[in-house]
């Protein structure tokens, strides 16, 4: 390696981190909070993918993880100061997810209720990572409110969200596992 890199730099030693393009943040910025939670997701999902899951999926959460990262970077962009070029998320990218949502859908019972998350912990890990994925898409959001982000990015964590419910169930099914319907008492 020509130059050492190290993993600590000690420049946040007082609660500041930089975005990409340099401009230095305080480490509970808005910003920082969305990749934050987007990383939490990649990890989880990491996670998932260690578990004892057809190959298939795996290699699929492996692509996710990657565009998890691309968002990661988008979400760290300070766009005004920032003159690299940055992997981006497109429509393809999406395009997979809703693909991988029709054919595992085709082998489910159709819904007509919520379900209770659980039946396998496989089942409820997956549950668990659809929950930081809508909690980081909701971060997203409200960041995209005083920030440029790439709409694609609030559409793939969306996306995400409902690929990882229909994942929910496919492994259950696969496992044998019963889903609980939530039954309202009213």
């Given at each position: ?128 990572a659809r ?33 990882l419910f229909?994942?929910?169930r496919k ?16």
């Amino acid at each position: 390696m020509a130059e050492d890199w190290k993993i600590y730099t000690k420049t946040g030693d007082k609660g500041e981190t930089s975005l990409i393009g340099g401009k230095r943040v305080p480490k509970y910025h808005e910003r920082i909070e969305a990749y934050g939670t987007v990383d939490e997701l990649n990890s989880y999902i990491g996670l998932i993918r260690d578990l004892e899951i057809g190959s298939h999926y795996k290699k699929l959460l492996i692509e996710i993880q990657d565009r998890l990262f691309t968002a990661e970077s988008l979400l760290a962009e300070d766009t005004e100061t920032s003159q690299r070029p940055l992997p981006q998320i497109f429509e393809k990218d999406i395009l997979l997810l809703e693909k991988e949502i029709d054919v595992m859908n085709e082998e489910l019972p159709e819904l007509h209720s919520f379900i209770l998350p659980g039946g396998h912990p496989i089942v409820s890990h997956c549950h668990i990572a659809r929950c930081i994925c809508r909690r980081a898409e909701r971060i997203t959001l409200k960041v995209s409110e005083t920030y440029i982000i790439s709409p694609l990015v609030i559409k793939y964590l969306n996306r995400l969200s409902d690929f990882l419910f229909v994942l929910a169930r496919k492994i259950g099914k696969d496992l044998g596992a019963s889903e609980e319907i939530w039954k309202a008492r009213i």
